[in-house]
C-alpha cells in the first residue's frame, strides 16, 4: 500500500511541476527577460532562446505531460486494482483525480503564473536538454504540424499592447502617470500632420530679408522667437531662417546697415500632410528647428517649429517669453478662460474630454457656430458651455469655457 501511495504522490507532483513550468513559460515575460540578459544573467538569456522557438517547447510539454498523465494514470490503476474491491478502486480514483486537478493544475498553474521570472529561466536549462533528447519525435511532430500552422504569427508585441500595458503600469503604480501619457503619445505621432501643429500663417512673423538690421530693429525687439523666417519679395516667398541672436550680434558689432538676407540660413520646407513623427526626424536629421508649412498650391500654410512637435509628447512648454495667445487662466477646476489660438488638445487635457478636433479653439467654434460669432455669444456642446468674450480681427479672441458637473 505505502508503494502505491508513493508512486501515486509521484505521478501527482511530476505532473504539477510540468505544469507549473508550462505556465510559467506561457506567462513570461520577454521583455523582463531581456532586461535580466543585459545584466549578464545567463539563464534569462536561455529562456529567451526558448521562447523563440516556442513549437519546439510546447511539443516537449505535450509528449512529457502525455507520458506522465496517461502512462502514470494508467500503471496507478493497474496497481491500485491489485489493492482495492471495486468500490474502494472507484473511491481511490476519485480521490486522485481530485488531487490531480489541485495539485497538478490548479496550485502549480498559479505558482508558475505569479513566479514565472524565477521558475521559467531555472527551468531553461533542462528544458532546452530535454528538448534536444525528444528532438526525432519533435521533428515529426513538427513536420505533421507545419501545414496548419503556415503564417502564424510569432511571439511579438503590437503597439496596441504596449500602449495598453503602458495604461495597466500607471493603474498600478509602476510607472508614473506622465510616463505612461508620455509614451501614448509617442504613438499619436503618426496620426497627427504639419497642419495639425503648426502656427497658422497670420500668426508667424516673417522678416524682410532686403531691409537692413537697423530697420527691421522693432521687428527683431517685438519678436517672442528665437527664429524668424525670411522673405524676398512678398511675405510667401520664404528664402530662409534667421537667428535672432545673430542679428543682435551684428547690431552690436557695427553692421545695423547690413542686410538681413546676409544672414539668413537654410529652412526647411513641408507640405501641410507631412507626418510629425517625420518631421521630428527631419529636424534631428537635418539640424533644423523651423520649418515653413506649404499647402497644395505651394503658398506658406504657416510653420512648425521643433518645439510644436516635442510639446506634442510633453504637454504645453512655456518659456519666459511665451505671451498669453497660447495659455489658459484657470478659474476653478471646471471653469477657464482661454485664447481663441488654444489646441482643443489643451481644452481636452484640462477637462478630460474627448473633442475630435485637431484645430484651434477659434476654428473650433466658428465651425459649430457657422459664422463669425459676436462677443456675448453662447453655444453648448456636449457638457462644455462656450461664452465668447472677445473678438478680434475676424477671429474669436477670449472663451470661457465650463465643464457642466454631472
Same mark, same amino acid.
Not at 499592447?161 to 509602476?174: N, V
Given at each position: 500500500m505505502a508503494e502505491l501511495i508513493l508512486l501515486a504522490i509521484t505521478v501527482v507532483l511530476a505532473s504539477g511541476l510540468l505544469s507549473m513550468v508550462e505556465a510559467s513559460l506561457f506567462s513570461y515575460s520577454v521583455s523582463r527577460g531581456h532586461v535580466e540578459a543585459e545584466k549578464g544573467n545567463l539563464r534569462a538569456r536561455q529562456a529567451i532562446e526558448i521562447r523563440k522557438k516556442p513549437f519546439r517547447t510546447i511539443a516537449t510539454f505535450v509528449i512529457l505531460s502525455s507520458v506522465v498523465s496517461v502512462g502514470g494514470s494508467i500503471f496507478v490503476g493497474s496497481r491500485?486494482?491489485?489493492? =482495492?474491491?471495486?468500490?474502494?478502486?472507484?473511491?481511490? *480514483?476519485? !480521490?486522485?483525480?481530485?488531487? *490531480?486537478?489541485?495539485?497538478?493544475?490548479?496550485?502549480?498553474?498559479?505558482?508558475?503564473? %505569479?513566479?514565472?521570472? &524565477?521558475?521559467?529561466?531555472?527551468?531553461a536549462v533542462p528544458l532546452r536538454g530535454l528538448?534536444?533528447?525528444?528532438?526525432?519525435?519533435?521533428?515529426?511532430?513538427?513536420? &505533421?504540424? %507545419?501545414?496548419?500552422?503556415?503564417?502564424?504569427?510569432? !511571439?511579438?508585441?503590437?503597439?496596441?499592447?504596449?500602449?495598453?500595458?503602458?495604461?495597466?503600469?500607471?493603474?498600478?503604480?509602476?510607472?508614473?502617470?506622465?510616463?505612461?501619457?508620455?509614451?501614448?503619445?509617442? =504613438?499619436?505621432?503618426?496620426?497627427i500632420t504639419a497642419g495639425d501643429i503648426m502656427t497658422p500663417r497670420p500668426f508667424v512673423t516673417t522678416i524682410d530679408g532686403a531691409r537692413t538690421i537697423k530697420d527691421s530693429a522693432n521687428i527683431i525687439k517685438a519678436s517672442t522667437h528665437s527664429r524668424l523666417p525670411v522673405f524676398e519679395g512678398k511675405e510667401d516667398n520664404i528664402v530662409g531662417v534667421v537667428h535672432v541672436r545673430d542679428l543682435l550680434k551684428a547690431l552690436i558689432d557695427g553692421e545695423a546697415e547690413q542686410k538681413v538676407s546676409a544672414f539668413a540660413r537654410e529652412i526647411m520646407f513641408v507640405p501641410e500632410t507631412k507626418i510629425a513623427d517625420d518631421i521630428l526626424r527631419d529636424f534631428q536629421e537635418k539640424r533644423f528647428h523651423l520649418a515653413i508649412v506649404v499647402n497644395e498650391y505651394g503658398g506658406m500654410a504657416g510653420a512648425v517649429g521643433l518645439e510644436d512637435v516635442l510639446e506634442e509628447l510633453v504637454g504645453e512648454i512655456i518659456d519666459e517669453k511665451d505671451v498669453a495667445p497660447d495659455l489658459m487662466k484657470r478659474v476653478s477646476k471646471t471653469e477657464i478662460i482661454a485664447h481663441g489660438q488654444t489646441r482643443i488638445a489643451s481644452i481636452n487635457h484640462f477637462f478630460n474630454t474627448e473633442i475630435k478636433s485637431k484645430k484651434t479653439l477659434n476654428g473650433y467654434l466658428l465651425d459649430k457656430f457657422g459664422k463669425l460669432p459676436e462677443s456675448e455669444a453662447k453655444i453648448v456642446l456636449g457638457n462644455l458651455t462656450f461664452h465668447v468674450l472677445e473678438m478680434g480681427m475676424n477671429q474669436i479672441g477670449r472663451v470661457r469655457i465650463t465643464k457642466r458637473q454631472d
Open positions: 491500485a486494482a491489485g489493492y =482495492f474491491s471495486s468500490t474502494g478502486l472507484g473511491i481511490f *480514483s476519485a !480521490f486522485l483525480t481530485l488531487s *490531480s486537478i489541485l495539485c497538478s493544475e490548479i496550485i502549480p498553474k498559479n505558482i508558475g503564473e %505569479r513566479w514565472n521570472h &524565477v521558475i521559467f529561466p531555472i527551468a528538448t534536444l533528447a525528444l528532438l526525432p519525435l519533435i521533428a515529426l511532430l513538427e513536420a &505533421v504540424v %507545419r501545414p496548419f500552422a503556415y503564417g502564424a504569427s510569432p !511571439f511579438t508585441t503590437s503597439e496596441e499592447e504596449i500602449a495598453l500595458l503602458t495604461k495597466l503600469g500607471a493603474s498600478e503604480g509602476k510607472i508614473e502617470p506622465y510616463e505612461a501619457e508620455m509614451i501614448q503619445k509617442v =504613438f499619436k505621432l503618426k496620426d
